[in-house]
């Protein structure tokens, strides 16, 4: 199993730029989210999905558009990219909703926007 | 919403000494869990807690869920320098709250 796929690892976008950070899960998990991570501010829950076809906001979600069209992946798209949006993104995804189960994550995506 | 408060924010030691990190939330938890990310790297599921009172022990690390299901502790005893990293709790309100929040994570540093 690969797990959690992320992509790109590394990517520099201009502002006003758009794009889409990729993540893909081979598990069946139930459970998929998006986090960014800045220093000092910890985990920030962007958007996240409990299930095909059903998203919600987390957090942070101003700037960031979701959709969850098959359980296994759940895009993170940048609309408008802006200074602010340069981070680590993370993308998670959990067996379950109904029983607490672990996170499991992607190797992240560093994301500079200039 | 849901606030999960984590102190310290930074704690560097000496190799051999004790450490330990506190996670405080705003609201009762359903479950708390525990990862570790290495610099550079993601984080990483250590443990969860369900039970109020709840103390799991991993080898040198403890785990506590206080009574009230609010709050939660890690405990190292003597680290090593293949503790170094950032320790974060997570919780879930539980019921139909879905959402794992984070504490902002405590930054261990071991000086050999």
């Known amino acids: 199993n690969a797990g959690v796929t992320q992509t790109p690892k590394f990517q520099v976008l201009k502002t006003g730029q758009s794009m889409t950070l990729q993540c893909a899960q081979d598990m069946n998990h139930e459970y998929m989210s998006w986090y960014r991570q800045d220093p000092g501010m910890g985990l920030r829950l962007i958007h996240y999905s409990v299930g095909a076809g059903i998203t919600d906001q987390g957090e942070v979600p101003n700037g960031y558009n979701v959709s969850r069209s098959t359980t296994e992946d759940f895009p993170l798209r940048l609309l408008s990219a802006a200074p602010s949006q340069t981070s680590v993104y993370f993308c998670a995804s959990s067996y379950s909703v109904q029983v607490n189960t672990e996170a499991f994550f992607g190797q992240g995506t560093r994301l500079t926007v200039v | 919403g849901q606030q999960v408060m984590q102190i310290p924010q930074y704690q560097h030691v000496q190799e051999g000494e004790d450490f330990t990190t506190y996670c405080n939330s705003s609201t009762t938890l359903s479950n708390i869990q525990w990862y570790k990310q290495r610099p550079g790297g993601h984080p990483v599921f250590l443990i969860q807690?369900?039970?109020?009172?709840e103390v799991k022990k991993q080898k040198r690390l403890t785990f506590q869920f206080g009574e009230a299901k609010k709050n939660s502790s890690l405990h190292i005893t003597a680290t090593q320098t293949t503790d170094v990293g950032t320790y974060f709790c997570a919780g879930r309100r539980g019921g139909s709250n879905y959402k794992l929040t984070f504490g902002k994570g405590t930054l261990l540093t071991v000086n050999p």
């Open positions: 807690l369900v039970k109020s009172g």
